[in-house]
C-alpha cells in the first residue's frame, strides 16, 4: 500500500484494503485534503487514460461497426461506457458546439418581402379600374416559373375542420407574419427542441430495426441498444462534419462523411446481428430510407408546432 493510502478498509464498502483500490466495490482510497491539482486530475483522468471506458468505447465505436452490441448482447458491458450514458455525452458535445457556432452557421435574412405581391395574386388591375385581368406573370407562377415577390400561404383547415385545428390554422397564419420581424427567434426555437425530437426517435428507429429483424431471437431492448450505439456515432460523424465547414466551407470535404455514414449501419448490422452483407446491406437501405422519411415528418411537425407557440 501506499504512503498516501494508509487506511486499511475501504471508506465506501468497510472492505479490507490490499492494494490502492478496492477489490470490492473499486474505489480508490486516498487523503483527505486533496490539492485542487489532484481533484482535476481524477476529473480528467478517465479521459486521458488509454485504457480508460471512454477510449474502449469510442474507438470500437468509430472504427468497429456494431462491435460494441455484440458486445451488450454477449453480456461483455462493465468494460465500456453505458449504452445510454454515452449517447446523453455525445449528444451534450454535439448541440453544445451547435450552440456555440449556430450564429455563424444559420442567418435568415429578415429583410425579405413576405407581403403578396399583384402578379402572385393572379390579378392586375385594367386601365378602366374595374375588371381585373389575369396577369402573364401570375400564370408563371402558377407554373412554377417563380415572381419577384412570394407570398407565404397556407391553411390546414375549412370551414367543416374541427375548432381545434382552425384554431390552430389561425395561430400559425398570425405568427408567419413573425417571420419577417424576427427570423431568427424560429431557427432558434426549433434548435432548443432538437435534440428532444431525435431523443423521441430513438424508439421509433428501435421499432424500424425490430421488423427488420422480426423473426429473428433479439429482443426490443437490444434492438434500443444498437440505435443508441448508431446515433451517437451518427452524431459525432455530424459534430466533425460541423467542424470541418466551419473551418472549410468546401462541400468537397464533407461528402466523404456521407459515405461513412451510409456504409456504417450495413457493416454495423452484420456485426452486431450476424447477417449476411447482402441481407444487412438490404435492410440498412430500407431502414434509411424510412427513417428519413420520419426525420422529415418529425422536422415539419416540430416546425408547424413552434410556429404556432411563437
Not at 114 to 133: I, K, M, R
Not at 203 to 213: E, I, M, R
Request: glycine fraction near 8%.
Amino acid at each position: 500500500m501506499t504512503p498516501a493510502c494508509l487506511n486499511t478498509t475501504c471508506r465506501n464498502c468497510n472492505a479490507t484494503l490490499t492494494g490502492e483500490y478496492c477489490g470490492r466495490c473499486g474505489q480508490r482510497d486516498g487523503r483527505d485534503d486533496l490539492t485542487f491539482g489532484e481533484l482535476a486530475g481524477e476529473v480528467f483522468e478517465d479521459f486521458f487514460r488509454w485504457d480508460s471506458r471512454i477510449w474502449r468505447t469510442l474507438l470500437p465505436l468509430l472504427f468497429r461497426p456494431g462491435f460494441l452490441t455484440a458486445e451488450f448482447i454477449a453480456g461483455r458491458r462493465a468494460r465500456y461506457v453505458p449504452p445510454f450514458r454515452l449517447y446523453l455525452i455525445v449528444s451534450f458535445v454535439l448541440f453544445l458546439v451547435l450552440s456555440l457556432t449556430a450564429g455563424d452557421a444559420i442567418s435568415i435574412r429578415g429583410d425579405a418581402d413576405l407581403s403578396p405581391h399583384p402578379a402572385a395574386q393572379g390579378q392586375v388591375t385594367g386601365d378602366s379600374g374595374s375588371e381585373p385581368v389575369i396577369a402573364p406573370s401570375a400564370v408563371g407562377a402558377a407554373r412554377g416559373e417563380g415572381t419577384a415577390g412570394a407570398h407565404i400561404g397556407f391553411s390546414l383547415s375549412d370551414e367543416d375542420s374541427p375548432r381545434w385545428l382552425q384554431d390552430l390554422d389561425q395561430r400559425l397564419e398570425n405568427n408567419a407574419g413573425k417571420l419577417q420581424d424576427d427570423p431568427d427567434g424560429l431557427v432558434q426555437l426549433l434548435f432548443d427542441h432538437i435534440p428532444q425530437m431525435m431523443f423521441l426517435l430513438l424508439p421509433v428507429f428501435a421499432l424500424l430495426l425490430k421488423a427488420a429483424y422480426l423473426f429473428s431471437p433479439f429482443h426490443y431492448l437490444q434492438h434500443l441498444v444498437f440505435a443508441l450505439h448508431f446515433h451517437s456515432f451518427a452524431y459525432l460523424l455530424y459534430l466533425l462534419g460541423a467542424l470541418l465547414h466551419y473551418w472549410f466551407p468546401s462541400l468537397a470535404m464533407r461528402l466523404p462523411l456521407l459515405l461513412v455514414f451510409v456504409l456504417y449501419l450495413p457493416l454495423a448490422l452484420r456485426r452486431a446481428y450476424g447477417s449476411p452483407l447482402a441481407g444487412a446491406t438490404a435492410r440498412a437501405l430500407v431502414i434509411l430510407v424510412l427513417d428519413a422519411f420520419l426525420l422529415l415528418l418529425a422536422f415539419a411537425g416540430l416546425t408547424l408546432l413552434t410556429l404556432a407557440l411563437m
